[in-house]
């Protein structure tokens, strides 16, 4: 595991589940975290169980002028940034055909561009270091279909993961290292707030014994962050669905 003592880390979607889990952690290691998501009293309760100093920022990570914010508050306090976790996510469960363009729209604008976008604020200030580490928080659904009607959001994770695998070339022999994290199916607030929440609640209900914690998923990932691969399994439940399912 790499020292992560006064690293300067932006967590997205730190309000809850999986990126709630690695700020608590990422503090619990003696870094400095910026903890960024919409629901500003959802942070302040995650960062009183932060053991070191934090940066809150409410942001819609959507808006430009919210992810400049992020950026900017973090090197202000700061005047660095060494680890960027694209964590904010959406899902999407439903029949293809009743997926509107709005909604292949909004889910594409949380999960692949704010992401992108924000990773194209953060590197210049990796490059002048010389270091850097970017996570790109994907999903075994961004390797494989892994569920019938998760058409949307599967594209959605595969255009991360892409991004990841096009930066990761870009950046070589930058300092700049990036991951996409491959989380499988994960107990929190993802189920109950995802486009199609309800006609995916039977589905939930059946899967649920099969869901790993948030902070199971978060210190897999904050152990991994000096893995020589691209694509990291934060579990081994993760790593063995996919080597079930990757010549699909
Ligand atoms: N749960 C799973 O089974 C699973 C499996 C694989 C991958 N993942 C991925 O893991 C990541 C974290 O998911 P989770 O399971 O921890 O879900 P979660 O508990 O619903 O957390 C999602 C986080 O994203 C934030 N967020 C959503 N839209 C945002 C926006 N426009 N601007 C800023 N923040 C926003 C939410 O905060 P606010 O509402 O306060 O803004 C929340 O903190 C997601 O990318 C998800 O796709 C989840």
Request: charged residues 25%.
């Amino acid at each position: 595991m790499i020292n992560l003592q006064d690293k300067v880390v932006i967590v997205t979607g730190a309000s809850s589940g999986i990126g709630a889990s690695l700020a608590e952690l990422f503090s619990a290691a003696s870094s400095k975290v910026t903890m960024a998501a919409r629901r500003k009293e959802k942070l302040l309760k995650v960062s009183c169980s932060c053991s070191c100093e934090t940066l809150v920022v409410p942001a819609d990570i959507v808006l430009n002028t919210d992810r400049r914010k992020i950026v900017d508050e973090t090197i202000r306090k700061w005047g660095r940034i060494d680890i960027l976790v694209n964590n904010a996510g959406l899902g999407m469960y439903g029949d293809f055909l009743a997926a509107t363009e709005t909604d292949w729209k909004k889910l594409f604008d949380i999960n692949v561009f704010a992401p992108v976008l924000l990773t194209k604020l953060v590197i210049p200030v990796m490059k002048k270091q010389g270091s850097g580490i970017i996570v790109n928080i994907a999903s075994i659904g961004g390797l494989y279909a892994h569920s019938d009607k998760v058409t949307p959001y599967v594209a959605s994770k595969h255009a991360l993961v892409g991004f990841s695998r096009g930066l990761a070339r870009d950046l070589a022999g930058t300092g700049i290292k990036v991951l996409a994290v491959c989380p499988h199916l994960t107990d929190s607030e993802f189920f109950a707030v995802s486009t199609g929440a309800d006609l995916m609640a039977p589905l939930v209900e059946k899967t649920k014994k099969y869901m790993e914690s948030p902070d199971k998923v978060a210190r897999g990932i904050i152990d991994q962050l000096d893995s020589e691969r691209l694509v990291v399994f934060p579990t081994e439940r993760g790593a063995k669905s996919y080597e079930k399912q990757r010549d699909i």
